[in-house]
């Protein structure tokens, strides 16, 4: 027997539907690139998906083709986004800041027909032209005068918008991101339009991003990266006011933050840190946020003490491209307000508890058939399941997940008894040193912690006795001097014993990967001959 309810297919054209029904007037502002400023609202977005919808058409676009998009958050990102799955096509986020092999490969692999992008990316669109070997048409999002090419208000422009949404499955593909592959290629993970709706509804909820039909959102993740934390799709929901910076300015940033009534943010750490710097540079307040949210790699300590001592409520969230990418995300605990400001804190640090919709477990290192308990304590491999975690790359032959199910994150971690997510490394990081694990995040916060410290990574070294044992590389801040004896000092009472490093090597810089984390394969690449005696 079937239930007897109506049909409604978990499609993401119900999204803008909705926000352009419920919510049309509501306003999204865009900061260009230029200094100019425009301003749209969910109703326009989606008439004007709609023409894109009859755009692509014109174009030849047909259902599953991927539309690609090189670009930064504004305005006309966000027409793309509804208009592309509109179009029944698949949207591909690239993201401007990959080396050009990955590039190169990603729109290929995809087999992009269509990009839209960036005037300020021309440079890349002219370089890879030649290479890019399936993409029939460009079209640019700001053309400054005297462009040749098509511009996107003109392409659009052209059409009425009286169309409607073509027709699909809720099991059907609508978006395309790729991870930065931090080892061989870049790998696609092809989101649906039912993974990408019930990671909204997850999305908007009190103990996820928290919002409601007031609230305004800068967000500062690039829609290139990661689905943009699915904030495209999950602001639709409320009918949110979407505040974009086609620039990452932190003084532009800022401004818009106060000028706009900012309720809601979103950004790596490193954002914050700018906008920080630039607050105690021009003696600007730190503007006031009801929720800053953090993730992509770990909020240092310091960084939720300020934001929270400004009277921010900080959720600290963690995922992945392959988790669309919302897994934890940090909320107040049911003891919350009996707690100590330092007990606050030490919550916020870790990343938050998992969301309805995904499970996690922890396994043993060494043996992967192990779960582990959640005491608070021991630290395993991190492993998910949901209806949003992938289950197989874009065109891989296998799928991605265990016997049982779950992905495997490549992050180590601990899961505590109130559910909070401790992420102590990733598993190709963390250091065995005579049978037991060493975190390498842990000793770089330490070592992070020292005033005189601009950067910190340490990899495992072979060792003839213990396997592996931790080297630390750091970088000093600019005008400083410390020693390799100092650092230890500052660690000794931070960390145990047979953590501390067996060496401390200065460099002048870290190596990075393309989305600005710390790349352990290239330093280990660059220090692969490095010995350590027994
Ligand atoms: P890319 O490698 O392209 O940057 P992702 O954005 O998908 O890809 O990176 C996901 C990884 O980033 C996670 O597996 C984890 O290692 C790290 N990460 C994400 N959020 C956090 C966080 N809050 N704390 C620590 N690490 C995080």
């Known amino acids: ?121 021309q440079p890349i669109v002219d370089k890879m032209r030649e290479k890019w070997t ?63 709706m019930l990671h909204a509804m997850a999305g908007v909820q009190p103990n996820s991003f928290d919002f409601d039909a007031r609230s305004v959102m800068l967000p500062v993740v690039p829609m290139f990266h990661a689905a943009s934390w699915g904030l495209p799709w999950a602001g639709a929901i409320t009918g949110v006011k979407f505040v974009y910076s086609a620039v990452n300015d932190p003084a532009v940033l ?65 995922g992945m491209t392959e988790t669309s990418p919302i897994g934890t995300v940090g909320a107040p605990t049911p ?50 399941r949901g209806p949003w975690i992938i289950k197989r790359y874009f065109k891989a032959d296998e799928d991605a997940v265990t016997a049982d199910g779950w992905f495997d994150t490549g992050d180590v971690g601990i899961l505590h008894p109130d559910g909070t997510l401790q992420l102590t490394d990733r598993t190709k990081d963390v250091i065995k040193s005579g049978g037991e694990w060493i975190s390498s995040v842990e000793l770089e916060n330490a070592a992070c912690g020292h005033p005189k410290v601009a950067e910190a990574a340490a990899i495992g070294i072979p060792h003839p006795k213990w396997d592996e ?13 410390v020693t390799a004896d100092e650092i230890m000092e500052h660690l000794t009472p931070l960390v145990a014993k047979w953590w501390l490093p067996d060496a401390v090597e200065f460099v002048d810089e870290i190596p990075h990967t393309a989305t600005g984390k710390i790349s352990k394969k290239d330093l280990r690449a660059r220090f692969g001959d490095y010995r350590l005696e027994a």
């Open 1 to 121: 027997m079937l239930g007897a309810m109506q049909d409604w297919d978990l499609v993401v054209t119900h999204l803008i539907d909705h926000a352009a029904r419920e919510h049309g007037p509501r306003e999204h502002v865009t900061h260009w690139a230029d200094g100019t400023e425009t301003r749209a609202t969910w109703a326009s977005v989606r008439s004007d998906a709609l023409k894109m919808v009859q755009a692509l058409q014109a174009l030849g676009i047909r259902k599953g083709d991927r539309v690609a998009t090189l670009a930064m958050n504004h305005s006309r990102h966000l027409v793309s986004w509804y208009g592309a799955v509109g179009a029944g096509g698949v949207l591909h986020t690239i993201n401007p800041r990959l080396f050009d092999d990955q590039l190169e490969y990603i729109a290929n692999h995809a087999e992009d027909r269509v990009l839209l992008y960036d005037a300020a990316f």
């Open 469 to 481: 044992r931790p080297v630390l590389f750091v970088v000093k801040k600019a005008g400083q001097d």
């Open 254 to 318: 800022c401004e818009l933050l106060e000028r706009e009534g900012v309720t809601h943010s979103a950004g790596v750490p490193t954002v914050w840190l700018a906008m920080f710097q630039h607050c105690d540079a021009t003696g600007t307040p730190l503007p006031k946020l009801q929720q800053a949210i953090i993730g992509g790699s770990a909020a240092p300590r310091f960084m939720i003490e300020r934001l929270m001592k400004n009277g921010s409520r900080v959720a600290h969230a963690w």
């Open 335 to 384: 003891d919350w307000d009996s707690l100590s400001f330092e007990e606050q804190v030490e919550i916020v640090t870790r990343q938050g508890r998992p969301v309805f919709g995904v499970e996690l477990r922890t396994v043993d290192l060494d043996d992967w058939t192990k779960e582990l308990p959640r005491d608070g304590k021991t630290a395993g491999a991190l492993q998910i």
């Open 134 to 196: 399936t993409i029939e048409h460009y079209v640019c999002y700001d053309p400054p005068a005297g462009f040749a090419g098509l511009g996107f208000e003109d392409w659009i422009g052209a059409y009425d918008g009286d169309t409607s949404w073509v027709a699909v499955d809720e099991r059907d593909p609508c978006m395309l991101c790729y991870t930065s592959g931090t080892t061989g290629h870049p790998k696609g993970v092809l989101y649906e339009h039912r993974s990408t």
